[in-house]
């Protein structure tokens, strides 16, 4: 850490730290930290007023800033440039959609176009009939699919897709029984094609294709990867591989091929959207600046939080059951991508990097964990998550309600109630930031999660840490690996567990 960033950390915890009440008795906050941001898909209100940010704060945290070069960072990312350091890799997801340095931008077109063609050829019946899809990946090539499949096909999906990840041959065998192999086809989506998991369930769908009278199971499978040698070499006819850029990272890659099961399933039309929706985000992002720039104040609030209030996790709770899986995806975005010990130049941090993420989804978390958000002894900043417009066709109860709870929870968070019986009490002053979109659809969520992924950047830049390399996954695989293998001693403990679990 250099002495002008010690210097701005130190300029920042010196700050007075005013309450909740405080900040709305002094001024405007909603003026100040409330903003309508006008999408391609609708609306998205970023309300980051129950948050305590205050206007020194912002203007400490905007001197981090400019000190951590995040400017200069931003530019870098967007022009393409190395910026992930200890892989030597751009970082180039915002290319894939239309965003970025022009000749990547030009190939991301290009492998859209094909991929294009490959789906449409699908929906057209040209590969035969297809009313399944066996998606097979892990990590990044498989929590953006699910995501976005789950959130964007409520009213019925083009193609049935089952995203399977887990070596657990349950996560297959449910995905099995849930498709007719006759008219199943096969996504394999690794971007290294060598992950394990993916590689074994891989093949062990091949051969339920085959034992159900599939007489060329490789015929049924397209690749997802950006290593197409390799899975030629697996035996994908080329035909049927769809590569994308090493410089997109696995986390970040559902705008890519890896999207493929996403544009089967909703149209190659919602998924332009999709992108479409991600790259207005992209476009506020780089032509912002300062605490106007949401990711980046998002990534303040973030920053005030972890390092002035030594909170160590923040939670995400989507009063939407179609983002029901947002708070898993990003897990591994901002976990995979800050969750790191060591600056940029190799020295040791000073200070906490990412907080845990964690959450779920409303109503059904208020009856389960926010016992401990309202009383219990952590401050840990919560985000919610909402849409004006309903997803279901129901009586207007149920999404007055759900609506009715998400806003009572921030304000019951933040006003907190005094009472006699001290087990009665709520202690109040606890923040939250709130994001409501007009309505949930292709490009709200392509916007929601570029969002998200500008917000980790963000973060990143200022704690001066590469967050696109994953380097921490690396020891727990190969320790497996040779265990399967047999060929390794180990501690006692694991030993027994080995031997007791007959697999040594
Ligand atoms: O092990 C972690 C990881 O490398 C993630 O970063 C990645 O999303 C996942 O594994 C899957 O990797 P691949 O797409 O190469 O199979």
């Known amino acids: 850490m250099t002495d002008s960033t010690s210097q701005a950390w ?43 940010l205050d206007a020194a704060h912002v203007a400490a945290f905007e001197t981090l800033a400019e000190i951590t070069g995040f400017a200069q960072r931003r530019a870098a990312m967007f022009a393409g440039d190395h910026i992930n350091i200890t892989e030597d890799r751009a970082v180039e997801h915002t290319a894939q959609r239309g965003v970025g340095r022009e000749s990547s931008v030009e190939e991301a077109e290009a492998l859209h176009l094909r991929m294009k063609g490959l789906v449409e050829a699908i929906h057209q019946g040209k590969l035969g009939e297809v009313k399944h899809l066996i998606h097979i990946g892990i990590g990044g090539s498989a929590l953006g699919p699910a995501l976005a499949i789950d959130a964007l096909t ?75 040698d390799k899975a030629v070499e697996w035996g994908v006819d080329e035909t049927r591989v769809l590569p994308f850029s090493e410089s997109v990272g696995g986390r970040y890659s559902l705008w890519s091929s890896i999207g493929f099961p ?31 720039n949401l990711p980046l104040r998002a990534a303040f609030a973030d920053l005030y ?52 993420t964690w959450g779920g989804v409303g109503t059904d978390a208020q009856h389960a964990v926010f016992q401990l958000l309202h009383q219990g002894t952590v401050l840990l900043p919560v985000d919610f998550i909402a849409a004006i417009q309903p997803g279901d066709d129901l009586s207007p109860d149920h999404h007055r309600n759900l609506l009715a709870n998400c806003f009572a929870q921030g304000a019951a968070l933040m006003a907190g109630r005094a009472a006699k019986d001290p087990a009665r009490a709520y202690p109040g002053n606890r923040p939250s930031a709130t994001m409501l979109c007009d309505e949930i659809n292709p490009a709200t969520l392509g916007a929601l999660i570029a ?15 590469n967050s696109f390399d994953q380097f921490g996954v690396e020891l727990g695989k190969e ?12 501690d006692p403990s694991t030993e027994a567990l080995l031997a007791e679990a007959g697999i040594s």
């Open 305 to 356: 939080y972890t390092h002035l209030r030594g909170c160590q996790t923040r939670a995400v709770f989507a009063y939407d059951e179609r983002l029901r899986l947002l708070p898993s995806y990003l897990q591994q975005l901002e976990m995979e991508s800050n969750g790191k010990s060591v600056m940029l130049d190799g020295q040791p941090v000073d200070g906490p990097t990412a907080p845990i």
């Open 262 to 292: 996403i544009a089967l399933a909703i149209g190659w039309d919602e998924f332009s959207e999709f992108l479409g929706g991600a790259a207005a985000m992209d476009r506020h992002f780089l032509a912002t600046d300062g605490a106007a």
């Open 154 to 228: 409520r009213d019925g999906a083009m193609v049935d897709v089952h995203v399977v990840s887990n070596i657990d041959g349950l996560a297959l065998e449910a995905a099995f029984r849930a498709c007719d192999p006759a008219t199943t086809m096969v996504a394999v989506a690794s971007k290294t094609f060598t992950t394990t998991e993916t590689m074994i369930n891989a093949a062990s769908t091949l051969d339920w294709l085959r034992s159900n009278g599939v007489a060329d199971p490789y015929g049924r499978v397209v690749a997802l990867t950006a290593y197409p």
């Open 10 to 52: 130190a300029a920042l915890k010196a700050l007075e730290k005013p309450t909740l009440a405080q900040l709305f008795a002094a001024g405007d906050r909603l003026k100040a930290f409330s903003e309508k941001l006008d999408l391609p898909g609708g609306a998205i209100r970023f309300d980051w007023s129950k948050t305590h």
């Open 479 to 490: 320790i497996a690996k040779a265990i399967v293998a047999g060929d390794a001693k180990f």
């Open 451 to 465: 969002f998200h992924e500008h917000r980790t950047f963000a973060n990143g830049v200022m704690l001066q840490i």
